[in-house]
C-alpha cells in the first residue's frame, strides 16, 4: 500500500525519536539503578559502622545485656544481623541465638519483599566485623554484622525508583508527542509545493497549459522545483501557441496560390478562360510556390530533427562567402547594390552544403530588405575555439520587441503579413536549424531603419 509524502516524512521524523528516547530511558534507567544500587550498597556499609560505633559508646566498663538486646533487635527489624564479642573472642550477645526464627523470618521477608519488587536482582550476603576500642583505644571486643545488600528494605526506596521509571516514560511520551506534531508540521510545510507542483503537472499534462504553482517561501529546492515546472508550462504554454500560430499561418501561406490555381482550373474548366500558355504559366507558378513553402518546411524539419546527415570536411570561409555573393549577382545589380567580404581567409570543419544554405538564406533576406544602393557587408573571424561569419545591411532593421520572434516559422514583421516584399517567413528558421546542427548559434543586432547584423557562430575544431 502506498503511503503519503505527509505520512513518509512524518514517519521518518518520528521514528528516529522514538528510537533515540527509548535508548536514553532505557540507559537512564539500568544507570540510575547501578548508582542506586551502589548509593545503597554505600548507605548499607556506613550504617553497619555506625551501629558498630553505636554498641561500642555503650561498654562503660562492662556490656549492658538490656541495651544489647534491644539495639540488636531494633538492628534486626532493619536488616542486620549483629553479634558482639568481648576482648576474649567469647560471645556477649548474638541475635541468632536469641530467636534464630525471627532472624531467618526477617531477612526472609526481605529477600522475598526484594525479589517481588525487583526481580532477578542479584542479591549478596555481606559479612563484616569491625573492631570496638573504648576509653582511648582499649580493646574491648569485636562486632559481626550481615546484611542483604543492596537492601532495599523500606518501600520508599522502591517507590523512588519506581517514580523515576515513571518519569522516563512521561518524558519519552512527551518526547514523542513533541516530535510527531513537529514532524507533521515540517511534513506538510515540505509537501504542500511538492503537492502543488504534482497537481500542476498533472493539469498540465492534461492540456492545461496556463497552470501554474503559486510561489512559496520554503528552501532553495523547493523554490528551484516550483521555478521549473511554472517554467516548463510557461514553455508548453509557447510551443502550443507556436503550433496553434503555424497551423494557421501554414493555412495562410497555401490558401492564396491554392485558391489561385483553382479559380484558373474552374474558370478554364468552365469554358470562361482559354487555357492558354499564359495562363497555364500562371499556374505552375503558383504551383511551384505551393512546392517551394512545402520544400522548406521538410527542410526545416529535417534540420530541427536532425534527420539530414552532417558531411564534415575542410571548408574554406571565404572562398564559400564569394560563391554565395556571386550567386546573387542579378539581384544585386537590380537594386544597384553591393556586397563585400571584409577579414581574413580560414578553414572550418563543417558542412559545406548547410553552410552555402545558411548564407543564401541571410543574404536573401539582406537583398530583400534592404532599399536600392546600399551595401551588404560580410565580415569573417575568428579565435582559437569559434569562428564567425556576420552580414550586415543597411534595411529596414527589425524592432526591438520582435528580434526575439523572427527565428520562429512563418514570422515577418510586417503586421499585415503582404507577400509584396516574398518569402514565406521560414528562411530564418531554417538558418538556426541549420546553425544549431552543425553546433553553432546564431544572433542578431538591429535598429529600425538602420539595418540588421546577423552573427553565425561556429565551433572552429
Known amino acids: 500500500m502506498k503511503k503519503s509524502l505527509r505520512f513518509q516524512l512524518s514517519l521518518s521524523s518520528a521514528l528516529p525519536v522514538l528510537l533515540t528516547v527509548f535508548l536514553i530511558s532505557l540507559s537512564a534507567h539500568f544507570f540510575i539503578q547501578r548508582q542506586f544500587d551502589q548509593y545503597i550498597t554505600e548507605q548499607q556499609a556506613a550504617h553497619a559502622a555506625s551501629l558498630a560505633d553505636s554498641v561500642a559508646s555503650q561498654y562503660d566498663g562492662g556490656w549492658n545485656l538490656d541495651y544489647l538486646h ?26 541468632e541465638n536469641h530467636d534464630m526464627t525471627l532472624c531467618h523470618g526477617v531477612m526472609d521477608s526481605i529477600l522475598s519483599r526484594m525479589r517481588q519488587q525487583k526481580p532477578g536482582t542479584n542479591v549478596d550476603l555481606v559479612d563484616t566485623s569491625f573492631d570496638l576500642t573504648w576509653d582511648a ?27 523515576l521509571d515513571q518519569l522516563l516514560i512521561y518524558a519519552a511520551i512527551a518526547s514523542l508527542v513533541i516530535a510527531v506534531l513537529i514532524g507533521l508540521w515540517m511534513a506538510r510545510r515540505i509537501a504542500r509545493p511538492i503537492t502543488a507542483a504534482t497537481r500542476a503537472a498533472r493539469e498540465i499534462s492534461m492540456g492545461h497549459y496556463d497552470t501554474r504553482i503559486p510561489a512559496h517561501t520554503g528552501s532553495t529546492e523547493m523554490k528551484t ?8 508550462a510557461a514553455e508548453l504554454e509557447s510551443q502550443e ?26 474558370a478554364m474548366a468552365e469554358g470562361v478562360w482559354e487555357p492558354t500558355p499564359e495562363r497555364l504559366t500562371e499556374c505552375h507558378q ?18 530541427e530533427e536532425h534527420e539530414s546527415a552532417v558531411h564534415i570536411a575542410s571548408v574554406p570561409v571565404r572562398q564559400v562567402c564569394e560563391s554565395a555573393a556571386a550567386s ?15 577579414g581574413e581567409d580560414f578553414i572550418l570543419q563543417t558542412d559545406k552544403d548547410k553552410l552555402r544554405q545558411i548564407l543564401n538564406n541571410l543574404l536573401s533576406n ?10 551588404i557587408t560580410i565580415n569573417l573571424s575568428h579565435t582559437e575555439k569559434k569562428a564567425r561569419i556576420r552580414v550586415r ?3 529596414i532593421g527589425i524592432p526591438e520587441a520582435e528580434q526575439a520572434l523572427i527565428f520562429e516559422r512563418f514570422y515577418r514583421t510586417d503586421s499585415s503579413r503582404s507577400r509584396q516584399s516574398g518569402g514565406a517567413g521560414i528562411g530564418l528558421a531554417i538558418v538556426k536549424a541549420l546553425t544549431e546542427q552543425l553546433g553553432g548559434q546564431i544572433t542578431v543586432e538591429s535598429r529600425e531603419n538602420e539595418g540588421s547584423a546577423f552573427t553565425v557562430s561556429l565551433p572552429l575544431q
Request: charged share 25%; net charge negative; with cysteine.
Open 137 to 163: 583505644g582499649t580493646a574491648i571486643g569485636r562486632v559481626a554484622i550481615q546484611y542483604y545488600t543492596p537492601n532495599y528494605a523500606h518501600e520508599s526506596d522502591f517507590g523512588f525508583l519506581r517514580a
Open 286 to 303: 503558383e504551383a511551384r510556390r505551393i512546392a517551394g513553402i512545402v520544400g522548406q518546411l521538410e527542410t526545416l524539419h529535417r534540420s
Open 70 to 95: 534491644g539495639f540488636g533487635m531494633y538492628a534486626l527489624s532493619d536488616g542486620y544481623i549483629m553479634k558482639v564479642y568481648d576482648a576474649g573472642g567469647a560471645a556477649v550477645w548474638d541475635a
Open 366 to 375: 539582406a537583398i530583400k530588405y534592404s532599399p536600392e544602393g546600399t551595401a
Open 241 to 266: 501557441e507556436r503550433k496553434r500560430r503555424m497551423t494557421t499561418d501554414v493555412a495562410h501561406e497555401l490558401r492564396t496560390p491554392i485558391a489561385n490555381i483553382s479559380s484558373y482550373l474552374e
Open 328 to 342: 546573387f549577382a542579378r539581384a544585386l545589380e537590380e537594386k544597384n547594390q553591393q556586397c563585400d567580404i571584409a
Open 225 to 232: 522545483l516550483t521555478s521549473a515546472v511554472n517554467h516548463m
Open 393 to 395: 545591411d543597411q534595411g
